[in-house]
C-alpha cells in the first residue's frame, strides 16, 4: 500500500487557512467579535491587525451576498444580468481608479 503524499502547494493553502481561522476566531475571543482599532490603547500593530480582519471579514460577507444574488438569477433564469454586470463594471473601476471616479 503506497502513501500519498502531499504537495506542496496543498499544504501551504492548508497553513494559510489554519492561519486565517485561527486570527479569526483569536480576533472573535479577545475582542469579544468586534475589534475596534480607534481604541486609545491600541499599538500601531494591531490596529493593522485589526484592521486588516474587519476588511477581510466585511469581504467574506460580500462574496457571500453576491453570491447568493447570482443563485438567486440563476434559478429564476430571469435577465437582470445586465444590470447586475453593468453595476460590478462601475464599482471595479471606481476600485482601481479612485482618481479617475469623478
Known sequence: MQMKLIRPKHLFLTIAAMIV??????QGVTAGGS???????????????????LVFREGLETI?????????????RQSYWKPI???????LRLRLLPGLSL
Not at 35 to 53: E, Q
Not at 85 to 91: I, L, N, R
Open 21 to 26: 481561522v485561527g486570527a479569526l476566531v483569536w
Open 35 to 53: 475589534p475596534d482599532p480607534t481604541r486609545s490603547n491600541v499599538g500601531h500593530g494591531a490596529a493593522i491587525v485589526d484592521t486588516g480582519i
Open 64 to 76: 457571500l451576498v453576491l453570491s447568493a444574488i447570482t443563485a438567486s438569477l440563476v434559478r429564476t
Open 85 to 91: 454586470s453593468g453595476a460590478q463594471a462601475s464599482h
